[in-house]
């Protein structure tokens, strides 16, 4: 089964762009979670969909936004970059979005903002 | 709010043991995650407690006390590949977000 796929891998941006990351979860995986890691902050919860249903948000603002399709597939979207933006983006999937469900990672897109 | 805590970094010697330690304070529990992360690489499952106890498996072992909002992560026989990023997460009141901690660098000196 393939793993948790994430693109681009690597991403440069200017202050004010906008940018689109995608994440394919595992094949069967109804549930996609979004996190920011930055040096020292850990990981940083953005949002989760399930089955194209946002059902969770993070305490991040409205620049950071995202969607889910039928197929499960997932987009998030960053608006009017700033500096603080750059960070590492990763991507999780888990099947069911149960208690018990355990979280597999993509490899996560790396975000720079100069 | 809140709160996960763990150690920022660690060193022990290969062949060794190490003991990583969690508290958290969190408004509900629905179960403790460890996962673990390599330099560039992203965070992979370790193991998950919602009981009290030690779950073992292999060179590691994962324990919970939830009275005491309290967990560790047991690495035996340390090898070199060990040395990574532990980080540990925690269900709390909602079944969907994960709370995590900064995570607990582990460097293992031969």
């Known amino acids: 089964k393939a793993g948790v796929t994430q693109t681009p891998r690597y991403l440069i941006k200017t202050r004010g762009q906008q940018v689109t990351l995608s994440c394919s979860p595992i094949?069967?995986?109804?549930?996609v979670s979004w996190y920011q890691q930055t040096p020292g902050q850990g990981l940083q919860f953005l949002f989760e969909?399930?089955?194209?249903?946002?059902?969770n948000k993070g305490n991040f603002p409205g620049r950071f936004s995202g969607r889910q399709f039928s197929n499960s597939r997932s987009e998030m979207n960053v608006s009017t970059l700033e500096l603080g933006d750059s960070a590492l983006y990763l991507c999780?999937?888990?099947?069911?979005?149960?208690?018990?469900?355990?979280?597999?990672f993509g490899p996560g897109t790396r975000l720079t903002v100069l | 709010g809140q709160n996960i805590d763990q150690p920022t970094e660690m060193t022990a010697t290969e062949g060794a043991i190490v003991q990583i330690n969690c508290t958290y304070q969190?408004?509900?529990?629905?179960?403790l995650f460890w996962y673990q992360q390599h330099a560039g690489e992203a965070p992979t499952f370790l193991s998950y407690?919602?009981l009290d106890g030690l779950e073992e498996k292999g060179r590691f072992s994962s324990f919970l006390s939830r009275s005491k909002g309290y967990s560790y992560l047991l690495l035996k026989e340390l090898q070199m590949k060990d040395s990574a990023s532990y980080l540990c997460?925690?269900?709390?009141?909602?079944?969907?977000?994960?709370?995590w901690g900064a995570g607990t660098k582990l460097i293992i000196k031969p």
């Open positions: 997460a925690v269900r709390g009141d909602s079944n969907y977000q994960l709370i």
């Open positions: 969190t408004s509900g529990f629905n179960g």
């Open positions: 407690n919602v």
């Open positions: 999780a999937s888990r099947p069911r979005g149960e208690r018990g469900d355990e979280q597999f």
């Open positions: 969909y399930f089955s194209e249903t946002q059902r």
């Open positions: 094949s069967g995986h109804r549930s």
